[in-house]
Each structure stands twice: as C-alpha cells, then as structure tokens.
C-alpha cells in the first residue's frame, strides 16, 4: 500500500510539475498582452524556485538569527546575552580554538595530497592513473558516519594484555609500545580526527585538480622546459600559478565543509577529551540542553564565519569562468 | 486554439494545484480525539531490544483486547531529540514512556504534559513508594513510573568474593584482598558514544543516597545542593578511591573511559576471571556467561547504605485523550503490570509493591525484585531527574574529563555551570 502510495505521488508529482510549468507558460501565451509576455516569462518560470527557496532557506535563516537575541525557548529577546556567551564561555572557546585548528589544517592538506597525487597520477601510465585515482578517490562514496566508525576501530584501544581490535595498537603492540588511547591524548586527539575528513576529501581535491592539471596548456610547459627549468620549478612557477583559481575553489569548498562538520566528532568521541566543534555544540545546546538561544547564536557565528570564504569562492570562481 | 481551449487549461491547472494540495496534505489522522468507541493511541517510547519490545507489546495487546482501543507504539532511540521536535512541531504522541523525568518536568512546566487527573487516572495505591513522586512537578502528578530496574546492582563471582560486602568499608577491604589474592577486582567500563560517563553518574548517586539519605539525594538532584558542595564534592573523591587506584580496575581510568558500558563485564567472564566485581544494572546480565546464583549472585551497591537507586520509564499523557488515561491506568494495574514483567523478555520490574516475585521469569529478576521492594529508601536516576543540560550532558561528559585528567574542583565548577538559570 505504501508503495503505490509512494508511486503515486512520484507521478502526481513530476507530472504536476510538468503540468504546472506547461499551464503557467500557457497561461502567459493567453492572458497577458504581447508586450508583456517576454517580460513575464522568466519569472513565471524561475517564481516556483524563488518562492521554494525562499520559504525553504531564507526564512529559517532570518528567524535563526531572530532566536539568536532570544532566551531558551525563544519566548523573550535577551539582546546580546546569548553572543556574550559565546565570547566568555570557556567551553566554547575550546570548541572556537578546535574549529580553527581544522580549518587551518584539512583544506591544506587536502589540497596538498589531492594536488600531489594528481600530479604524480599525472606522470603514470594511464591504466596506473586511473587506479592509483580510483583508489584515493574511493574514501569519497563513505558517509562521514561510516568512515568515522572505521577509523573509530583503527584508533580503537583495548587494555593491554587484551587483544587489541584497534590496528593502530594492533601494530604498535607488535613493536613492543604499551597501547595508546589514542583519541584521549588532548595534545594531538584532533588532527587524528582530522586525518578522516582528509581521508575522505582528499579524493575530490584529486579529481578537481587533476582535471586542472590536463587543462594548462602543454605548450607553457615545453616553453618552460626548453629554458632549462627543472619539474620542481615547472610545477611551482608554471603549472600552480595557471591552476590556482582551481586550487582556491577546492580549498574553500573543502573549508565550508569543515566549518560545518559534527558527523565525525559525534562518532568518535562524542566531543569528550577536548575535541567538541561548534556544529556538534549547537546539536547539544538544542536538543540535549534545550537552548535555542545559545544553539542559533552558534549557527550565527557560523553564517557569519562563512560568507567571507562564500565571497572569496564565487569572485575566484567567476573569474575561473572568465579566463576560459 | 478558441477560449473553450483556454479554460480547459486553466481547469487542468487548478485540478493538477488541487491534487499536489491533496497529495501534500496527507496528514496522520491517528491520535487523540474526544470522541467515545474506539480510538487508535499513539505511544513514543525508548524501550529497545527485541525481547523487551515483546513484553511490552504484551501489555499493549492486552489492554487492546481489554478495551478495543487500538496502540500504535513508535521506538526511538533518541527520544530527546524525537520528543522535542514532536512537541515543537505540534504532533506529540498521545502517551510518552519516557526515561528522563527531568525532561518531562520541563515539558510540564512548558503546558506539554497532560496532569494525569484530567485524564481520569487519579488511583495510585498499592505501588512501591517513590513511582508517582517521580511524575510529580509542584505538586501535580503529571507521570507515573510503569517499568523500573534497580541501578544500585553490585555483580559478583561467587568463587572469588565469599560474602558480599554491606558497607563501603567492607568494598574497599574486599578489594584490597582481591588485589592481594592476584586479581583486578573491578571491571568498569563507561563508553557509550555522545552519552559516554552516564555509568559513572550512577556511582556518585548511589554513594550521595548513601551518605545523604533520601532528603540529601533529593535537595542535589533539584539542584539546590550545589556540585561543588562539601557533601556532593566528598562523594566524588569517595568514588575515586576506586576510579583512581590503577589496582583496582581493568585498564585503569583509561579502560573506564575507553571501554563500551556493555562490553564492560566481559572480562569478569574470562578464564581466568580478569576481575570479581561490576557495578551496573539488571541489564548487564545479558553478557554474563555464568550461572546466576552458582557462578555470580547480586546485591544492592554498598555504597546505597540499603538504600537504592532505580531508573525506568514514566508514562505520561500529552494531549487530552481520555483513551490515553485509560492506557496509563492500565499499564498500572495488576493486570497491566503482569502481563508486562511477568512476560520472558521483560527484564525489569513491576511498580507494584504486590506484585508477586515469583512470577519473574528469572531467579535474577525475582533477586532483584527483592532488593527494590527491601531498600530503605528509593529514588529515581539522579541524572535523569535533573534538567537535561546537566544530567543529559554536563554531568557525565565532565565526569569523563575528570577520569582523563581534569582536576575535581573545575569537574565540579563545570557541571554547576552547566545548571540552567
């Protein structure tokens, strides 16, 4: 039952769609004067999605920063008490410290290991590029959920004497170390945790890039190279300086995912030991504290952290667009 | 193409608007209601596992025949976050089993709880004391306990502890001839992914009911025994006598952290046993591979003073369905009670203080039965009765930084911090 259910809102739907567009094109070809059709058009067309996004989208994100001025349960506004929080707290300074490290630290590399693998991809023979690529770019088809739960019984810990199930103990017994809690060491617990996003965006860092790569032109390579530089010094000053606008996408790209990453934390260490981000702190402060305030002042913060990395991306972008 | 044409369109546009309306609105339709006869009774609940899930259904079934009322009951593994947005989004089940007073007494003071008096259920004789206290905020009874389990569980091996300790003198003396006999006495293992140090809460309770009594207990878990008190700050280096002495535990303070809660017990059952003793509740015994009353037997955690900590499930009604009351009043009665815990995948304990213990479907469970009815006093899960913010959060994940090497006095200025205004 659920199914044809589901079936039949799968055709109303689409073919309402369908129908919705044609009539509202239609209506336009019969109800409105000529002059006014080629006008009226593009709105009727692009109305829906306006409104859609609109009610969808804009709307949450203005009420958001609404609660942010207001209490628990968003019934009185406390003005700046909520962002005074957020400026004093010592918890959430830890979390901001923690949010920082990673956005300092996974877009570069990242971008590092994606642009190293494509260009050593790029020396190899094709059937090798494409498995060496294949292989780095696999990690990209894991939820975050389920790579944070395999790397969760790579870092697992077992006491020692036990079996340890964990392959980073599991090796580093054999060599004869004790076993590590390794994601309780609060001196380096968050680049381990670093290591799986990386894991997992080094593979889209690769093909973007690599895909930059094949498009510099192979002629400013052989100029280049009849002048007498070196590969070191082709790479750095000619083939980086012409993919560069790529490299700056990607790493933006790979940066607004990073401001909004909780998936990984939550899985691991549930934010204990010093490695809480501030996406998982707004789950806490809504849901288990119940603080809607506080939660919206987080997600504020975060809007108003992202849009100069949003600017930066779309001028590079818009001017990668240009220069083809 | 005339104007015939033009208004067929415009009618295949309104119709196509209408069924996309339809097909949008198809909204639940259970729930509710202030009619008479047969009504369909939504219940959220928390209570996992397969055969505790039949139990349950067991009572559910039985109150269907009983009053032709049909339950739909709805398992969430997270009935925080579920509930909050059922109830912020206006659709909240007709019936809550809920494991958290402490938030339903915030929905309580919200107007999201029904009081259980408007829904007819005004008769609670003949249940053990402290089940209506737990649902009752500033003096309404807005929840009733149906399902309890006694937290206050002290696990040992037979062939190596010879009498169970009564005091937390007695504890530390049997551990110390443990450690001297060759054997870690204690397995203790708190991970459970965003929850991770809930199992240590209970330690601390346990030993505040101890040492405080039932009006100590009371004054911390309503907040007005501050963390950092000298009562509640002499508990916690109490509990540490035991966490801290690398002797003591499997692992140390890092296999209690490291260690998932329900793993935790494995290593009492290795050969040999790698430790003698666990503290945690009934549902424990599911990963034991020995004999109950040959190879462990069970007593109440010594450091209760007799007294015991128990958790379980309040009902609670949230909208004003009087077939909801009735579905309340039934989960209380005899008949209700029976049907559930005397059911073989129950695994808890009946609210009735004449219910009979025999009709457990395990000598464990009946044991068990006999130490809540026989405790000098009883509260509820101090964690769960305080606000979320501090028994759902602050007050198990400071519990971890401590265990990894925060220091006490900034664990306990933390979880006060915690406390909402």
Not at chain 1, 76 to 84: C, E
Not at chain 1, 150 to 164: D, L, M, N, T, V
Request: aromatic share 10%; with cysteine; net charge negative.
């Amino acid at each position: 039952m659920k199914l044809v259910t589901a079936l039949v809102a799968i055709v109303v739907g689409v073919g309402g769609i369908v129908v919705l567009f044609w009539a509202l094109n239609a209506a336009v070809d019969r109800l409105l004067p000529e002059r006014w059709r080629d006008k009226a058009r593009p709105w009727v067309f692009i109305g829906p999605a306006v409104l859609i996004v609109g009610i969808y989208l804009l709307y949450p994100a203005v009420d958001t920063i609404r609660r942010s001025f207001m209490d628990a349960r968003s019934e009185n506004f406390v003005g700046l008490d909520n962002f005074d929080w957020l400026a004093t707290d010592s918890s959430v300074r830890e979390i901001m410290v923690n949010n920082l490290l990673w956005i300092l630290v996974v877009p570069a590399v990242s971008v590092a290991v994606g642009l190293a693998v494509a260009v050593l991809a790029d020396k190899l023979t094709a059937r090798w590029e494409n498995a060496a690529k294949s292989l780095i770019f696999l990690p990209m088809a894991i939820s975050f959920v389920g790579a944070s739960t395999i790397w969760g019984f790579i870092y697992a810990w077992r006491a020692e004497g036990q079996p340890q199930i964990g392959l980073l103990n599991a090796i580093w017994v054999k060599l004869g170390g004790e076993p590590i809690a390794w994601l309780n060491q609060e001196a380096y617990n968050d680049f381990l945790l670093m290591v799986i996003m990386i894991w997992l965006q080094a593979g889209f860092a690769m093909v973007l890039l690599s895909a930059a790569i094949k498009n510099v032109p192979e002629d400013t390579i052989e100029a280049a190279r009849i002048d007498g530089a070196t590969e070191i010094q082709i790479f750095w000053r000619v083939v980086v300086p012409q993919i560069r606008s790529s490299i700056v996408v990607v790493g933006t790209t790979i940066l607004i995912l990073v401001l909004k990453v909780f998936d990984i934390i939550l899985v691991t260490t549930g934010g204990d030991f010093g490695t809480d981000v501030v996406a998982n702190r707004f789950i806490t402060e809504l849901f288990i504290n119940r603080h809607a305030g506080r939660a919206t002042a987080l997600v504020v913060f975060l809007i108003v952290v992202t849009i100069p990395f949003m600017i930066v991306n779309i001028r590079r972008f818009r001017a990668q667009e240009a220069e083809r | 193409m005339g104007t015939k044409s033009k208004w067929l369109r415009i009618a295949a546009l309104t119709g196509t608007m209408a069924l996309l309306v339809a097909a949008c609105g198809d909204g639940d339709d259970g729930g509710g209601g202030d009619g008479t006869g047969a009504q369909t009774i939504t219940v959220l609940h928390d209570i996992g596992g397969e055969e505790e899930q039949e139990a349950l259904q067991a009572a559910l079934d039985a109150f269907e025949a009983a009053t032709g009322h049909t339950v739909q009951p709805e398992l969430t593994d997270d009935i925080a976050t579920t509930l909050n947005i059922r109830v912020d989004g206006n659709n909240p089940p007709d019936v809550v089993l809920h494991p958290q007073p402490g938030a339903l007494a915030a929905f309580a003071a919200e107007g999201a709880l029904t009081p259980l008096a408007d829904v007819g259920v005004t008769d609670f004789d003949g249940l053990v004391p402290g089940m209506v206290e737990t649902g009752t905020f500033d003096g309404t009874v807005y929840g009733v306990v149906v399902k309890a389990a006694v937290s206050s569980l002290l696990w040992y091996r037979t062939d190596l502890v010879d009498s169970p300790p009564t005091t937390w003198d007695e504890l530390i003396t049997l551990s110390d001839e443990l450690v001297a006999g060759g054997t870690t006495p204690w397995c203790i293992g708190i991970e459970s992914g965003g929850a991770t140090g809930w199992v240590t809460t209970n330690w601390i309770e346990d030993i505040v009911l101890g040492n405080e009594g039932g009006d100590g207990y009371d004054q911390w878990t309503a907040g007005d025994l501050d963390f950092a008190s000298p009562e509640i700050t002499a508990a916690f280096e109490q509990a540490a006598e035991i966490f801290f002495n690398e002797d003591y535990v499997v692992g140390g303070t890092t296999g209690i952290v490291n260690t998932p809660f329900g793993d935790a017990a494995v290593p009492m059952w290795q050969d040999p046993a790698a430790c003698a003793l666990h503290r945690q509740a009934g549902f424990i015994e599911g990963s034991f591979t020995g004999e109950f009353g040959t190879d462990y037997n069970v007593t109440l955690f010594p450091a209760t003073d007799g007294g015991a900590v128990f958790s379980g499930n309040v009902a609670a009604v949230m909208t004003d369905s009087q077939a909801a009351g009735q579905l309340v009043e039934f989960l209380l009665s005899s008949e209700g009670q029976e049907a559930w815990h005397s059911h073989p995948g129950s695994g808890s304990l009946s609210v009735r203080a004449d219910f009979d213990t025999s009709q457990y479907p395990s000598a464990s469970l009946t044991g068990q039965g006999e130490l809540l009815a026989g405790a000098s006093v009883a509260r509820f899960d101090g964690s769960d009765l305080m606000p979320s913010a501090v028994g759902g959060n602050a007050f198990f994940s400071e519990l971890v930084a401590w265990l990894n090497g925060q220091d006490l006095a900034t664990t306990l200025a933390n979880i006060d911090a915690a406390w909402p205004a």
